[in-house]
């Protein structure tokens, strides 16, 4: 069975038992503090289990894009060496939000598996979670009942806490699971050794495809578990390993989701697959890698610096290490496999196909700017061997190559024991250990349990239509991190406080509670869907109505820079194309960001055109006209635009000022003439194929008129009241210009005089043509002067000396010829005599020059000269 027609049943199987299908949450997730990537199906529902919200649908079924390459669930290492493991998979589940429990989750599993999919039923074992001692909990009696009634006991497994007890984090709903094993091996293999024996063991043919978490209980904050009001099913099968199930083959890179891949990689570097382990496994990362960055590229996360950037840029590193090193790939070459992903994965994931360019593109620039590092890193390693005494390398200079310039310490290994040398490990794996430990300690958070006030479970957002409201503390807690101290987290039954979100930033503002006390509201940020508000302080009386209010002039200011986002996104499209998509947006109250697909640097003339297309939409005075709870269609028939790795409910928001429609949830002036002006600061590059542009609105534009008006007023001053301040800066550089050039040429005159003079005052001394002298030059000048004296005549010797902005300077000047019969040197000699001066230098043996800080002693100097050829 292809690929396509097993996603397809999986789907509709649900579907014909209720449920409704749902699309994937985007795999990187942008407004959640506690995530970068979305690890399992179950992320996107969070809110559901944790009761923060109501399902709408009870049972949904999808497939939801996996990324595992960091915190609680990091395969990473893993891919490639085995062959069922990747970063990127597709997590196939069915759903139940308080409906349907184990009987029915049990009996569609199986149903699905053995009488849908075929799979024989003598390849599988189930487990269930035995119990564990910590938590006083036994055996999940019940699965293990509804097991017996479909599969044999000797295939019913007892799993222990670590593989069938399934929590979320440290805290929150979670609860025993049941996981389903397949046996992939040949008869006679499973003649040897029984399959029940290899499951949970590593085995890459006895592997787990599906496992049904039965939430049922919540962990607090002090580790006891409670029973969960509703409970919920939360399943997750293996897509791409039920494919190899279904194909008959023996790994995931043998599927049809894989093998278009592959053959692309053998074309490209002339290297099979299946001939040998080490060049295997490195066209096991590529297929793998390629998809992991191609998604992520597609959701808006570029590879970068920082956060989730940084792991995709450490992903496409990893993938273009193993091709250098063990597929001799030279230079970039994984922005050619997107053409074969996006053909065979494009029509699940449209996203793949409409970004198939931007995606080629900002790999290519990523392998070449990788490939110089590798480079540069091969030279530092050079030294870093040169330098090394014995034949062990440094660790910790191994991780200043890792840590500063990227470079990978797998690579370091190989290329050290190619050279004959070895890497001290121990001290590598401790200067990472230490730099861990310094982030970890940092970035920990300790959150206390939540302390209920009241049940009220939806709150209302009434922000768009108030900056003020009377409110009731539903909840809070403590959170205590080094970095943020000790915060209050508070929830209430409706605020007035936007939560950051959709690039804009959250609201600050104040509570006043009824005895005129304040508690600031110093942010506002959403998680799991719910608004959580950031004080310092808690109010003295917890149960009483609090009066809430936003900072208005804030609040204003970042709504003319929200505002103005739409309309600069609009100008963009009509004045640069429609290939313009926005990539990154963060407005503040301060400033615009916006970042966008474009493959150009944008001229003067098109800055000029956008600033004002918004600014003719600005006189325009138009109106916000905004509507809530439209249904997704309907909305995207108005012409509204969706962004690529968002995530939209089923009904949105629409803002619209003129022809600019978008689905947005952030907060706007209600007339555009209250932007009051629209100004480009800056225009860049991101990345490849990516501009950004900074700009300012409303205030920001008046100071940054007033500032620069200022400074035009200080430069009349000081041009005599200028009335044409450009002409006349212009004339005066014209002046400058002309005056540097007649200097110039009385210099030279000077020097030509100097010459002709000089040359009537030199000696003769044992020989020597001699001439000690103080002369009003400068340095540049004094050499000129000696070499042009020396060009025409042998036996010279000259000492000047020089006062120059208070400091001293002495020059010596000797032919070569004597240098060498009289064995004199100039470096020594304006060393010893630099003393008197006060200071020091060198040079060459036939010029050299030192400098000083005490003029004073250049007549002193100058007198010894004579010394040195007598
Ligand atoms: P394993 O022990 O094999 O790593 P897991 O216990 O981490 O699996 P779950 O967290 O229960 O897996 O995820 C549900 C299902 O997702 C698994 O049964 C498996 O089929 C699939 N799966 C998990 N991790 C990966 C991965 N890195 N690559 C591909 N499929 C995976
Ligand atoms: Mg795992």
Same mark, same amino acid.
């Given at each position: ?10 789907? #509709? ?9 749902? @699309? ?25 289990? &944790? ?27 893993? $891919? ?13 589940? =069915? ?28 390849? /599988? ?26 599969? @044999?006991?000797?295939?019913? %497994? ?22 389903? #094993? ?15 024996? /290899? ?6 043919? +006895? ?73 295997? %496994? ?6 793998? #890698? ?36 063990? /597929? ?32 080629? =593109? ?9 490939? !110089?590092? &590798? ?40 290329? &050290? ?11 590598? !794996? ?14 920990? $958070? ?92 808690? @109010? ?39 290939? +313009? ?28 055109? +956008?600033?004002?297309? $918004?600014?003719?939409?600005?006189? *325009? ?46 907060? #706007? +002036? ?13 225009? *860049? ?10 700009? %300012? ?28 301040? $450009? ?30 003079? /000089? ?6 001394? !044992? ?104």
């Amino acid at each position: 069975m292809t690929s396509k027609e097993t996603r397809k049943r999986f789907l #509709h199987f649900f579907v014909d038992k209720g449920h409704k299908i749902v @699309p994937s949450a985007p795999m990187v997730i942008k407004d959640d503090p506690t995530l970068m990537f979305t690890n399992a199906g179950m992320n996107q529902f969070k809110e559901f289990f &944790l009761g923060n919200s109501i399902a709408k649908n009870t049972r949904v079924v999808d497939t939801q894009k996996c990324l595992r390459v960091s915190g609680k669930h990091n395969d990473l290492e893993e $891919v490639g060496k085995d062959t069922y493991h990747h970063t990127m998979f597709e997590m196939l589940g =069915n759903w139940s939000f308080g409906d349907y429990f184990k009987p029915e989750a049990i009996k569609w599993s199986w149903e699905l598996l053995t009488e849908v999919f075929k799979i024989d039923k003598d390849s /599988l074992y189930v487990s269930v979670f035995e119990g564990s001692d910590d938590d006083g909990l036994s055996l999940d009696q019940e699965a293990f009942d509804l097991w017996k009634t479909i599969v @044999p006991e000797d295939r019913i %497994i007892m799993g222990n806490k670590k593989d069938n007890f399934w929590e979320m984090g440290d805290q929150g709903p979670c609860g025993p699971c049941s996981e389903i #094993h397949v046996d992939i091996r040949s008869a006679e293999e499973k003649a040897k050794i029984s399959g029940a024996s /290899l499951v949970n063991a590593d085995h890459p043919q +006895v592997v787990e495809i599906w496992n049904l978490v039965f939430m049922q209980y919540n962990r607090k904050a002090d580790g006891s578990l409670e029973s969960l009001p509703a409970k919920h099913v939360d399943t997750g099968m293996g897509f791409e390993r039920l494919c190899m199930v279904l194909q008959g083959v023996q790994s995931n890179y043998d599927t049809d989701v894989f093998k278009p891949i592959i053959r692309e990689i053998e074309t490209i570097t002339n290297h099979k697959y299946g001939k040998n382990e080490k060049t295997d %496994i490195a066209i096991r990362v590529i297929a793998d #890698h390629i998809r992991a960055v191609s998604f992520s590229i597609a959701d808006g996360q570029l590879p970068s610096n920082t956060g989730a950037g940084y792991v995709i840029r450490r992903i496409l590193r990893r993938a273009i290490r193993y091709g250098f090193t063990f /597929l001799d790939t030279k230079g970039p070459f994984m922005y050619r496999l997107v053409n074969v992903l996006t053909d065979s994965m494009g029509e699940a994931f449209p996203e793949l196909k409409e970004q198939k360019q931007l995606i080629e =593109n900002v790999i290519k620039e990523e392998e070449h700017s990788f490939l !110089n590092t &590798l480079e540069q890193g091969l030279v530092l390693l050079d030294q870093v061997i040169a330098n090394s005494q014995g034949k062990e390398v440094d660790g910790r200079k191994a991780f200043e190559l890792y840590d500063t310039y990227g470079f990978p310490i797998d690579l370091t290994a190989l290329i &050290l024991s190619e050279k004959g040398y070895s890497l001290d490990e121990a001290g590598f !794996n401790e200067a990472m250990q230490e730099q861990k430990n310094r982030s970890k300690s940092a970035s920990e $958070v300790a959150k206390e349990d939540w302390v209920v006030l009241s049940n009220d479970v939806e709150q209302e957002f009434v922000g768009y239509d108030t900056l003020e409201a009377d409110v009731r503390l539903v909840k809070y807690r403590k959170v205590t991190s080094k970095k943020q101290g000790e915060q209050f987290q508070l929830v209430f039954n409706l605020t007035p406080f936007y939560a950051e979100g959709g690039g804009q930033v959250g609201d600050k503002g104040y509570l006043e509670e009824s005895n005129g006390d304040v508690v600031y509201i110093i942010d506002t940020k959403k998680e799991n869907n719910e608004i959580v508000h950031f004080s310092k302080s808690l @109010p003295k009386n917890l149960n009483e109505r609090l009066k809430a209010v936003v900072d208005k002039k804030q609040r204003q200011r970042t709504e003319a820079n929200h505002t103005a986002t739409h309309l600069l996104h609009q100008a963009l499209r009509e004045i640069l194309g429609t290939h +313009v998509e926005q990539k990154g947006s963060a407005v503040h109250s301060k400033y615009l960001r916006f970042d966008f697909s474009h493959f150009s640097k944008l001229t003067s003339d098109e800055l000029r055109e +956008v600033e004002n297309f $918004v600014n003719a939409r600005i006189d *325009g005075q138009l109106p916000f006209e905004e509507r809530r709870n439209v249904p997704m269609k309907e909305a995207m028939e108005s012409g509204a635009m969706a962004l690529f790795g968002e995530k939209y409910g089923d009904t949105v928001r629409t803002v619209k000022f003129g022809q600019s429609i978008e689905l947005c949830g952030g907060t #706007h +002036v209600k007339n555009t003439a209250d932007i009051w002006h629209f100004k480009i600061r800056s225009e *860049g590059a991101v990345a490849a194929g990516i501009r950004r542009i900074e700009a %300012i609105t409303s205030d920001a534009v008046k100071d940054f008129y007033t500032e620069n008006h200022q400074v035009l007023t200080e430069i009349k001053d000081l041009l005599n009241n200028a009335q044409d301040p $450009v002409k006349s800066v212009a004339s005066l550089q014209e002046e400058n210009s002309r005056l540097k050039k007649e200097v110039e040429q009385l210099l030279k005159d000077k020097a030509k005089n100097l010459k002709g003079e /000089l040359k009537d005052e030199l000696q003769e001394v !044992n020989g020597v043509q001699f001439l000690a002298k103080k002369v009003d030059l400068d340095a540049a000048g004094i050499k000129d002067l000696s070499f042009e004296l020396g060009s025409n005549m042998e036996n010279l010797f000259l000492l000047f000396g020089t006062e120059q902005n208070g400091k001293a300077l002495l020059s010596c000047y000797i032919s070569k010829n004597l240098v060498a019969e009289k064995e004199l040197n100039a470096g020594a000699i304006v060393r010893e005599l630099g003393k008197f001066i006060q200071g020091g230098g060198g040079g060459q043996p036939f010029f050299a020059t030192a400098g000083g800080k005490n003029p004073a002693g250049i007549e002193e100097a100058l007198s010894q000269a004579k010394t040195y050829i007598s």
